[in-house]
């Protein structure tokens, strides 16, 4: 498996692992080349089967920290459960760690399988703040709450 940074280019596979994920399209504009952040996709065989972005938010926001974060993983559904998305958590650390100390992600407080990876699999987030809404994101429209996650370098 190869982890590269994605290209406009990339978009129509990206939209096919969404597709198959059940998952609303990334647009161009969510994966076009910026300084600020990084999208990376996961390639086996030439064909991309996983993609993931960070975002830097400047600003706090209520209970949640200026900083990097990692945002949303998509892996297409033959994919899952092969390292796909440990390989593109991993080298969005990397990124991050090139560029700050503290990386954040927060996720719905039932996605176990999410909680699970970025706290056992070597990535040392642990839970900081439980709130219904972070960053403007709410969980199963307001019936779940999120849980936001810090880890350091």
Same mark, same amino acid.
């Given at each position: 498996?190869?982890?590269?940074?994605?290209?406009?280019?990339?978009?129509?596979?990206?939209?096919?692992?969404?597709?198959?994920?059940?998952?609303?399209?990334?647009?161009? +504009?969510?994966?076009?080349?910026?300084?600020?952040?990084?999208?990376?996709?996961?390639?086996?065989?030439? +064909?991309? &089967?996983?993609?993931a972005k960070t975002h830097l938010h400047p600003h706090p926001d209520g209970g949640a920290?200026?900083?990097?974060?990692?945002?949303? &993983?998509?892996?297409?559904?033959?994919?899952?459960?092969?390292?796909?998305?440990?390989?593109?958590?991993?080298?969005?650390?990397?990124?991050?760690?090139?560029?700050?100390?503290?990386?954040?992600?927060?996720?719905?407080?039932?996605?176990?399988?999410?909680?699970?990876?970025?706290?056992?699999?070597?990535?040392?987030?642990?839970?900081?703040?439980?709130?219904?809404?972070?960053?403007? &994101?709410?969980?199963?429209?307001?019936?779940?709450?999120?849980?936001?996650?810090?880890?350091?370098?």
């Amino acid at each position: 498996m190869q982890i590269r940074e994605s290209t406009l280019d990339d978009l129509a596979h990206v939209h096919a692992v969404c597709d198959a994920s059940a998952r609303a399209r990334w647009t161009s +504009e969510m994966i076009a080349p910026r300084s600020d952040r990084v999208v990376l996709v996961a390639v086996t065989q030439g +064909e991309v &089967v996983g993609v993931a972005k960070t975002h830097l938010h400047p600003h706090p926001d209520g209970g949640a920290p200026a900083g990097h974060y990692l945002g949303g &993983v998509v892996v297409a559904p033959g994919f899952r459960r092969r390292g796909v998305g440990s390989a593109l958590t991993r080298a969005r650390l990397e990124w991050i760690w090139s560029r700050a100390s503290t990386a954040y992600y927060f996720t719905n407080e039932h996605n176990t399988a999410s909680i699970r990876m970025h706290e056992t699999l070597g990535f040392g987030f642990r839970p900081v703040v439980r709130s219904s809404k972070i960053r403007g &994101v709410t969980a199963d429209d307001g019936r779940s709450g999120l849980i936001l996650f810090e880890a350091s370098r």
